[in-house]
């Protein structure tokens, strides 16, 4: 078993759709990563949070670090949010196998 | 250029080549990291370096070497790979190591070994 795990591992959604994507570790960590990564392999950082809620544009990612669990929510989706979301540990440097999103128009 | 380069962004090599890859990054940081992205597995952090120190070797294969002439500069030398070894390999940067600050990544080089 992974120490982070993703969820769900595949996603597709009508655009404007509300999507939700899980990350749950078994570790201690002090700050989880989301990270984006398109197609071509070029990852981008998304967020970096250790407490609460943050928000970017249509991204918002909350963390509970006591039940050790982490959300991605991306509203009114887009085709161009199409990619694979990754969340981990950026202090333990340990990752999640990722969740691949495609959104169709 | 800014952010974190990586050369070449393909590479097909033989199981006897030698090859390296190479990253920079110009964002000032002081820990570079080289991480191993294969199909349907997590990234798998392969080398940490801070300040141009090893720090970490995560159990990594002697066919790999690194090599960080500078906290700009980071090198993955490659010699007698197995086709296993095929992968997408990402180098990525950070103010310090370990420290949980924000990692930025390079665009990857995908490595094909016959």
């Known amino acids: 078993k992974n120490e982070v795990e993703q969820s769900p591992q595949n996603l597709t959604a009508q655009e404007g759709e509300f999507i939700t994507i899980n990350c749950s570790y078994s570790?201690?960590?002090?700050?989880l990563h989301w990270l984006q990564q398109h197609p071509g392999g070029g990852i981008v950082s998304l967020f970096m949070?250790?407490?609460g809620k943050k928000k970017h544009g249509r991204l918002i990612a909350t963390i509970n670090i006591q039940e050790k669990h982490s959300s991605l929510h991306i509203t009114a989706s887009h085709p161009r949010d199409s990619a694979v979301y990754i969340c981990g540990s950026s202090d333990k440097l340990i990752f999640g196998t990722g969740t691949r999103l495609q959104v169709f128009p | 250029e800014t952010g974190v380069t990586q050369t070449p962004r393909h590479l097909v090599m033989g199981m006897t080549n030698k090859k390296s890859l190479k990253c920079e990054q110009h964002?000032?940081?002081?820990?570079m990291y080289w991480y191993k992205q294969s199909a349907k597995k997590p990234l798998e952090l392969m080398f940490v370096?801070?300040?141009?120190?090893?720090?970490e070797n995560n159990s990594v294969p002697s066919r790999f070497s690194p090599e960080c002439p500078n906290s700009s500069h980071l090198f993955l030398h490659l010699h007698t790979l197995q086709p296993e070894d095929s992968a997408l390999y990402l180098c990525?940067?950070?103010?310090?190591?370990?420290?949980?600050?924000?990692?930025?990544f390079g665009p990857g080089t995908r490595l094909t070994v016959l």
């Open positions: 964002l000032g940081h002081n820990a």
């Open positions: 370096y801070n300040f141009k120190e090893q720090t």
């Open positions: 990525a940067s950070s103010q310090a190591a370990r420290e949980g600050g924000e990692q930025f």
């Open positions: 570790v201690g960590i002090s700050a």
């Open positions: 949070l250790s407490s």
